[in-house]
């Protein structure tokens, strides 16, 4: 009985549970349905992870991937013995030992239970918040690929190492201004400070930096698409194939390339009298995504880390100056090397010491940079080197 003299049901049913009974368990279809939204949203809003491969990391917390150096040819000789040219071999790893989590604490179960729209609105921010993480780690990764100057090994005819070689990266920064050379030799001095050198077998190719010429060349459409071109161009004269990659474009600059209606999809043209549905598709043969997942604050060490950053990884995720000054970014499947321990999971589950329920998704990840010569950026003139 209760206090008002009423009769109350010994085994209340509760909705959401398993059997209707309250076991304490959640419906796995409520699950189902909270989770199946936080990946739905995390694939729509990470392109990242459409775009690049990933390496499992399961019993070690560091993925490895070998380098092989190019071999040289030699012409053979009657008489002459052939010389053995041994190549150089490497290999960049990346370290996973973070968990990224979004958690959402509730007392009532009801109220995750009992409303659909409440469990897709969870999912939804879920979704958002994981999605637009991953894809600013990945970019901020490309940002920094593209600065890379690689350092080789340089052989006699015997084979035998001489000394080394840089290229690419900001120690051969590419000048959009032609007619300057005597600036372009003060720019390139300059930019030796902004060079981030990595070793790397022979054969392997530094990164592409493009420098505008002028001040809010960034906001000029002929001025940026000359700039796509020396990028392209660069890249394939590394012998890479710019046609498997993506240039990633902040939202200002894509619209900026929109005024340039040699660039338009040749379906929404200015020809056809149709330029309010025009879009970009590609420029130079290289597809265009537009996306607002460009670093937009400065890390400070040791003050705001990114929440990849650490000792172990020497800050490697920190987005620098140099960083936010990058407009467009263009990268290759092989550019970067990403490997995760846990993929993207969803729970729901009950604390008995804090009388709250707890609604997470979280995965742990972690990428570097891989192939320098398959990452190129634009950046403005102010990048240090004005």
Known sequence: MSILGQTVANHQTRSGHQ???DTGNVNPLHIDEYGGEVEHRFLKESFMRQFFSFKSVRGTDTVTNDRMGSTQLQKVSRGVRPVDHAPTFDNISVKVDTIVLARTNTF????FQEHFDTRMEIGMEHGMEIGKFFDEAFL????????ITVRTPVKDASGAITGTADSGGFAEIVYTDRAAAGDLAAVSAQALTLAKFRTAPEGFKGATAVILDSVDDEL???ALELAIQDM?????EKDVDVENGVILLRPAQYYTLLRNSLLLDKDFSTSNGDYAQGKILASNGVRIQKTNRFP????????NDHYLSNAGNGLAYNVTATDLEAMAVLLMPKALLAGETIPLTSKVYYVDQEFQWFIDSYLSFGVTPNRAEMAAAIYKKSTGVA
């Open 19 to 21: 059997g209707g009974i």
């Open 108 to 111: 009532l179960l009801e109220e």
């Open 140 to 147: 901020v990764q490309g940002i920094k690929a593209s600065q």
């Open 220 to 222: 000029d459409s002929v």
């Open 232 to 236: 392209c161009q660069n890249i394939e």
């Open 296 to 303: 937009t604050e400065i890390n400070v060490d040791g003050t």
